[in-house]
């Protein structure tokens, strides 16, 4: 099922722009919060063309309590 688990509100979406992916949150910029997928991100202005984005994700619940993190997922900047 494509739905949120019980209790949360929506999920946190974090994002570095770097050749190695992060090995912190403090290299990583808020990006949004989703609270229906899918979420999509465009890069607009062509400057990050070809470069790889990393993206990191997380649970939020009703609380605003933040779950675990996710695995990090790359994926390369098309035009």
């Known amino acids: ?20 992916p992060p090995t912190s949150k403090h290299q990583m ?13 465009v890069f607009e202005d062509g400057t990050q063309f070809g470069k790889i984005a990393h993206y990191m994700l997380r649970w939020v619940n009703s609380r605003n309590e933040p779950g675990p993190w996710s695995e990090t997922v790359s994926a390369t900047i098309g035009a």
Request: charged share 20%; hydrophobic share 40%; proline share 6%.
């Open 1 to 20: 099922t494509r739905a949120k688990p019980a209790g949360v509100r929506g999920c946190e979406i974090w994002v570095a722009i770097d050749d190695q």
């Open 29 to 41: 910029t808020f990006l949004a919060l989703d609270t229906a997928s899918p979420y999509l991100n």
